[in-house]
């Protein structure tokens, strides 16, 4: 996930000024690795894990799951470029560049949908954290406080979940939002209809733990 605020550009986690210096980021990451190469660093990887969930079709390019990212010479041209192997072993190419553009009205509603239910989602974390029970509810795994996802793989996806409620609510143009000034700040300017959607996740939303590895390996359509 990435927000996007006047004169800069988040991927994830990683804050960047402008959308010229993430592109910089994104290019020094292909200058490290030779065609054919599999991007093996974890930051590296990382950092494309989260600019894939940006693509505008990133469902259908996820697909059945990320096993690892590799460089490609491009089809046009002597220039590099990445694909995204799947775990069903099928590969697929992605410009980095159709990551980067403008998130549409959806995206940014679905961004302060994620925001508003930030408080549920770390309280769910910090329960099982207290419990005692900080293992994959895939694997059984122990997970380390660091290496853990908080997932919606037992139930509705959360994009599903931001549909129904939408729909609930009057359509994607139903939702006006507060200026956005730093990463995931962004809310609804309506806190009844805020109440209202931090309700519906609780209702509905079912939760679970999965280590970093299992999330992303997960299917995404």
């Known amino acids: 996930m990435a927000w996007r605020v006047p004169g800069a550009l988040w991927i994830g986690t990683q804050r960047?000024?402008?959308k010229s210096a993430a592109q910089e980021a994104i290019?020094?990451?292909l200058r490290?690795?030779?065609a054919g190469d599999v991007v093996g660093q974890e930051a590296d990887d990382r950092l494309l894990c989260d600019l894939l969930g940006m693509h505008p079709e990133a469902?259908?390019?996820t697909g059945s799951g990320v096993d690892y990212f590799r460089v490609v010479k491009t089809p046009r041209g002597n220039y590099k470029g990445f694909?995204?192997?799947r775990t069903d072993g099928t590969p697929i190419d992605f410009s980095y560049n159709n990551c980067l553009r403008p998130p549409t009205a959806r995206q940014r509603v679905e961004a302060a949908m994620q925001t508003e239910v930030r408080a549920q989602v770390n309280a769910y974390f910090e329960s099982r954290k207290s419990a005692g029970t900080l293992v994959s509810d895939q694997s059984g795994i122990p997970l380390a406080t660091d290496g853990t996802h908080v997932s919606y793989f037992r139930g509705s996806r959360f994009l599903d979940l931001a549909a129904q409620f939408a729909d609930v609510a009057g359509g994607w143009g139903a939702f006006q939002l507060t200026?956005?000034?730093e990463a995931g700040l962004a809310r609804f300017a309506d806190r009844e209809l805020?109440?209202?959607w931090q309700a519906f996740h609780q209702e509905h939303a079912v939760l679970g733990l999965l280590s970093k590895e299992e999330n992303r390996r997960r299917p995404r359509a």
Request: hydrophobic share 35%.
């Open 194 to 196: 805020a109440a209202r």
């Open 179 to 181: 200026p956005t000034t």
């Open 32 to 34: 490290r690795y030779e």
């Open 16 to 18: 960047y000024p402008t």
């Open 59 to 61: 469902e259908a390019k």
């Open 83 to 85: 694909v995204v192997v």
């Open 27 to 29: 290019r020094d990451i």
